[in-house]
């Protein structure tokens, strides 16, 4: 049975490195820059839905590279390099490089497009509600679209008294002018939502050493032994939770991380060159997608 131990720094192969190195830069940088020159490098470089003003089309790579949270950068780089240092010895520098990019550009599309399907369902329901302010409308639309389950006690509480104020004056110019601000920021937020991380590519990362080496003894904390394939399963639960708890407003991260298997499993069946056709053929469903 073969036996698989991360190996030293020194001996990672260069893509691998130079990937950690570019995230961690990437991470500092923005925790330097946001409070110091208020210019967010997550912001500017992140993944944007093309109905936002700030999508650019190069953010399907840069957003590899960006991390929102230590705990967040921290996870993705350990499974990137325990993993990616076996699949980059086994390829090569430049089809390990390809596949990173491959996996990850067609998370990002998938995410993108999912994202975006969201969001013309919440900008739909904003428009009608501008359109026709009724109690029950707002009510409806804060329900879908704001997590109010997640709130806290107190902010649950003043949203409840303010809709019971809405309901008793529901012709109230102050009150309908306050929901429609709320709105209007609430589908806002949602057009210029910023996704980061190099989940969708690690995830691919993952599955493709699970598939090649399923047996591969790994070592936990490098005393406990469990095979690849358990590992990469507990492993991609793990992380889906941990996508969800940081960011509950937004808790679609997991399609970037369903990407990125999916362009696993159709590059391994139909190789690399399959995968950056079945890019090529739909990424322009994305980049001329129409805003609404």
Partial sequence: MQEFRPSSF?????????????????????????????????NYFGLHIP???QFHWWQFITYLFLHGSWTHIIFNMLAFWMFGNTLENLWGPKRFLIYFLVTGIGAGLIQTGITSYSFNKTFEQAQAYLNDPTPDGFSIFVKENSHSDLWHPEQAEQFNNFKDAYYKEPNNPSLIAET????????????????????????GILLAFGMLFPNTIIYLYFAIPIKAKYFVILYGLLEIYLGIQNNP??????FAHLGGMLLVLYSLKFGTKGAILLLITFAPCEFFRTRP
């Fill in 10 to 42: 020194k001996l990672l192969p260069d893509v691998v490195k130079n990937i950690l190195i570019i995230c961690a830069l990437a991470f500092f940088a923005d925790m330097v820059f946001a409070p110091r020159f208020n210019f967010s490098v997550n």
């Fill in 51 to 53: 109905a936002s003003p």
């Fill in 180 to 203: 429609k601000q709320w709105v209007s920021e609430t589908a806002n937020d949602k057009m210029n939502s910023v996704t980061v991380g190099a989940s969708g590519a690690v995830f």
């Fill in 249 to 254: 407003a937004n808790n679609v991260e997991h």
